[in-house]
């Protein structure tokens, strides 16, 4: 019993001493470490966003978690004592030795280190499509990657809650009229919304812009019914017709169709008329329905 109070206590203490901004410059300090603006290294000092991120996540006693970019810990602490199993991916190993500390306490964290994209087939091969979260504080650098790569190949997580700058989050979640091809990918494939707002002073060191906690739920499950609605369409000629849409935002819809595609801008007309769309709309005005039908429209 004495033994178990004491490893309690340990993880209490590790865990006190990573949410502060003086713990993690004494720990910067201990393991002679600056953090990296370039690598995009700002540590969550602020034990409020960290719950709120765990309870949107809906982190449980049987998930498993994956983390990308888990720096000093700060976040991996809450994620060790609320899931089963916790695999964080480290790129910059001066962070090793302070991880290397957090496995001996909690035997659920593994500790991966390198880029997440080429340790992926490591880490992946620990995970079941679909059967684990995606929670992280992540670099901003990685962000538009990280979204892509979670969204589209497998294994997916069931959901994402990530930590980024909030001027990207509301791209994610933008209607239309303010439609992005970020938007349109991210919503093809799940259902985002942002929780909250995140202010510079919650990290350390405090980055130049405001964040923001977003939350991706249905990943793998098309909540929105989109991938359906295309049939046999693939994806990736889905996302051929976005990215010719959007190549020339101020350009009304049927004159970057007409270039992109190689058509008449009469035919372009034509197919828009058909898709039910108005031609002289721009990409960024399209709903996700609209996307669909335009895209049926084109390939058939």
């Given amino acids: 019993m004495a033994r178990s109070k004491s490893v309690v206590q340990k993880r209490n203490n590790q865990a006190a001493s990573f949410v502060s901004r003086s713990g993690l410059i004494e720990l910067?300090?201990?393991?002679?470490?600056?953090?990296?603006?370039?690598?995009?290294?700002?540590?969550?000092?602020?034990r409020q966003v960290i719950d709120d991120m765990i309870r949107a996540a809906k982190i449980a006693?049987?998930?498993?978690?994956?983390?990308?970019?888990?720096?000093?810990?700060?976040?991996?602490?809450?994620?060790?004592?609320?899931a089963r199993s916790v695999w964080s991916v480290e790129l910059d190993t001066r962070?090793?030795?302070?991880?290397?500390?957090?496995?001996?306490?909690?035997?659920?964290?593994?500790?991966?280190?390198?880029?997440i994209f080429r340790v992926w087939p490591e880490v992946s091969a620990q995970l079941t499509d679909?059967?684990?979260?995606?929670?992280?504080?992540?670099?901003?650098?990685?962000?538009?990657?990280?979204?892509?790569?979670?969204?589209?190949?497998?294994?997916r997580p069931s959901?994402?809650?990530?930590?980024?700058?909030?001027?990207?989050?509301?791209?994610?979640?933008?209607p239309p009229g303010q439609m992005s091809i970020l938007s349109v990918a991210v919503q093809f494939y799940a259902r985002p919304k942002i929780i909250r707002a995140v202010d510079p002073s919650s990290f350390w060191p405090a980055p130049e812009v405001h964040s923001a906690i977003l939350q991706l739920d249905g990943i793998g499950t098309d909540p929105g019914g989109h991938q359906a609605g295309i049939g046999q369409i693939t994806p990736q000629q889905f996302f051929r017709v976005v990215k010719v849409a959007f190549a020339a935002r101020r350009k009304q819809l049927h004159n970057t169709l007409a270039a992109g595609l190689q058509l008449e801008d009469g035919e372009a007309q034509t197919v828009l008329s058909e898709a039910n769309i108005?031609?002289?709309?721009?990409?960024q005005d399209l709903t996700m329905d609209d996307w669909v039908s335009l895209v049926r429209r084109v390939y058939m």
Avoid: W
Avoid at 66 to 82: Q, R, S, Y
Avoid at 95 to 107: E, G, H, I
Avoid at 109 to 114: E, K, N, R, T
Avoid at 159 to 172: D, G, M, W, Y
């Fill in 28 to 46: 910067a300090q201990q393991y002679h470490l600056t953090p990296s603006r370039q690598q995009g290294q700002h540590f969550m000092i602020d």
């Fill in 61 to 82: 006693s049987e998930d498993t978690v994956l983390e990308i970019g888990p720096g000093f810990g700060t976040l991996t602490v809450a994620l060790a004592e609320h």
């Fill in 95 to 115: 962070f090793a030795p302070a991880l290397d500390k957090l496995v001996t306490v909690y035997p659920s964290l593994h500790c991966v280190y390198g880029d």
């Fill in 130 to 155: 679909r059967q684990y979260k995606l929670v992280s504080n992540l670099p901003y650098n990685i962000t538009s990657l990280v979204l892509r790569r979670f969204l589209e190949e497998v294994p």
């Fill in 159 to 174: 959901s994402a809650t990530l930590l980024i700058q909030r001027e990207v989050a509301e791209r994610v979640v933008a």
């Fill in 278 to 283: 108005d031609p002289t709309v721009r990409a």
